[in-house]
């Protein structure tokens, strides 16, 4: 199933007039966040520990407790969907998923680097481009830039990267790099929902490089 449709409806025309809960796991500092109106209602931290799938449960419990909203409040679920942890996003796409599905809710997802990007962006406003990143394996990171596309919307440009991180320098030299240890929030997962971004796939985007090196072999059979 894609991004922007569930149970047949559709984000489409909406814009920020939903009652929205956003999702944000691609990290340790992972978050949960309730937006109407395209602007921040509540905001919960979320525990990332061995029971990653009760933590979020639990936070999102809490929030729309502490908001004083009900489930049926919300009307849309907002998830970022990486480069990051593969299991938090694991988690937060499957919990957006199962929690839309008994009321239609519409579910809708983006990267969670647009979204570090976007607040950074808002943050600086002389700048128009910025370059998100985070830890990959194997001494390694990820890579993504993005340009402005009109009021708080951002878009990327060209492909993600996989690069030694002593090479960060010789990427994109012409945009700024967002300062590493920075993380996505939820609450900029669904302020780009607000913002009419086109979602994308319900699959967490996974850039680490492999864990294991499949064996190659000469023409001899010999290992290489």
């Known amino acids: 199933m894609r991004s922007g449709t569930a149970c047949g409806r559709k984000t489409s025309g909406r814009g920020g007039s939903v009652k929205v809960l956003a999702l944000e796991c691609s990290t340790e500092q992972a978050g949960a966040a309730l937006l109407s109106d395209g602007s921040l209602a509540a905001s919960r931290p979320v525990e ?15 929030l729309l407790r502490d908001a004083g909203w009900a489930w049926e409040d919300v009307e849309a679920i907002a998830t970022g969907r990486g480069p990051g942890s593969y299991m938090g996003l694991r988690v937060s796409l499957t919990a957006a998923q199962g929690w839309a599905l008994p009321g239609g809710k519409t579910v809708w997802a983006v990267s969670s680097a647009a979204a570090l990007a976007a607040e950074w ?3 600086h406003p002389d700048e128009t481009k910025a370059v998100a990143s985070g830890a990959a394996r194997r001494g390694m990171i990820w890579a993504g830039c993005f340009e402005r596309a009109g009021g708080l919307a951002v878009r990327r440009i060209g492909e993600w990267r996989l690069l030694p991180a002593e090479e960060r320098a010789a990427a994109w030299p012409d945009a700024p790099w967002i300062e590493s240890g ?7 997962v669904g302020r780009l929902l607000a913002a009419g971004v086109p979602g994308e796939e319900l699959q967490p985007i996974y850039l680490n490089p492999a864990v294991a090196i499949a064996p190659r072999f000469d023409a001899t059979g010999r290992p290489l």
């Open 48 to 62: 990332t520990g061995r029971r990653r799938s009760q933590g979020l449960f639990d936070a999102v419990e809490a």
């Open 182 to 188: 920075r993380v996505p929030r939820a609450e900029w």
């Open 121 to 123: 962006l808002e943050e």
